[in-house]
């Protein structure tokens, strides 16, 4: 933005937008206080629980503000004063690569969490569900993800000697439909936390 502002300015001048979505950060913020002050309708679209700086900058601007979790209206309502009738919910949505597959018959039962290995997604409780089943080999539980957690899930399964639990590491977006369609049911877990709490994964609404 700062190298290209004057190209920018011009851009906006030629294409006068009658509405401008933000999504977060800071070039977001410096394109929305541009555009506001030619009474542009703007609208931010928060997808955390925990408003971002850019947005905190801009959030008394908009005329609109999008929040990806019905939970996250009283909190930012309580928190941040910001009134009810300024916020919306809008699900995130899922690409349209995700389409019903057919699926070749088997013998097992599959559950399967795919996303981030973190801290606040608690997939470790996975693994240890996963050590309660393992006298049934036909019940499997798979891991499809990478993140900070990921060496200490492996570490436990190691320790425990755990079989029934499968680590597929990070997968490009392409290769997800397979492992939905192979799967029984999908997995979602939190860290047992009152802010966590209020958040609601991205999976789940796509």
Known sequence: ?????????KKLNEIK??????????????LIKKVKKENTKIIIH????????????????????LVSSQQFEKYFEDTMGISKDKLDYL?????????????????????????????FQNVEIIVKTAERF?????????IVGDGISLDKCK?????????????????????????????DAM??????DPFISLTLPGKVQS
């Open 17 to 30: 937008p009658d509405l401008v979505i933000g999504m977060g950060g800071y070039i977001s913020a410096m």
């Open 91 to 119: 699900p995130q949505y899922a690409e349209d690569l995700f389409k019903p597959m057919k699926v070749e018959e088997k013998h097992t039962i599959d559950f399967t969490f795919a996303g981030n290995v973190g801290v």
């Open 134 to 142: 393992q006298e049934n080999p036909d019940i499997r539980f798979h």
């Open 46 to 65: 928060e997808q955390n629980a925990f408003m971002g700086l850019a947005n905190k900058m801009i959030r008394k601007k908009a005329d609109k503000i």
């Open 187 to 192: 997995l979602v877990t939190l860290k047992k």
């Open 1 to 9: 933005y700062l190298k290209n502002k004057k190209g920018i300015k």
């Open 155 to 183: 570490k436990l399964a190691k320790e425990r000697n755990i079989q029934n639990v499968i680590f597929h590491g990070r997968k490009p977006v392409e290769e997800m439909p397979q492992y939905y369609a192979m799967s």
